[in-house]
């Protein structure tokens, strides 16, 4: 079963959505906010695809922190903002294959949907 996780207002999170459900794949969708962060998901996560590529530093949640919580970040820090703050998680993260997929770039999108057709 694919896993996606996000944000229900997410516009981004409804496109992976879409994509999924254009595939026939059946899937679940996990609202970080709502349904909170797992600590081990989130560990696994700092693992691979790693922190840099979590954390999503374009989001009004990393705008609205202050300059010295997003100073000299390392992955301990990091690891504390996204565990503390899940709206900092890039979004979405879909979990099904060999590695979560994080993002909708085109090249995260064409994964998704390979990854939704099977």
Known sequence: MIVIYGLKN?????????????????????????????????????ESPGWEALLNRRSTTW???PEAE??????????DLLARHPALIKRPVVEGGDQPIVGLAPPQEAALKALAAG
Not at 36 to 43: H, T
Not at 70 to 79: G, I, Y
């Open 10 to 46: 997410c516009d981004i999170c409804r496109k992976a959505v879409k994509l999924v459900q254009a595939g026939g794949r059946p899937y679940r969708f996990h609202d970080l906010r709502a349904d909170g962060l797992p600590a081990a998901r989130l560990a696994a996560w700092l």
């Open 63 to 65: 705008r609205g922190l």
């Open 70 to 79: 997003k100073a000299d970040l390392d992955a301990a820090r990091a690891a």
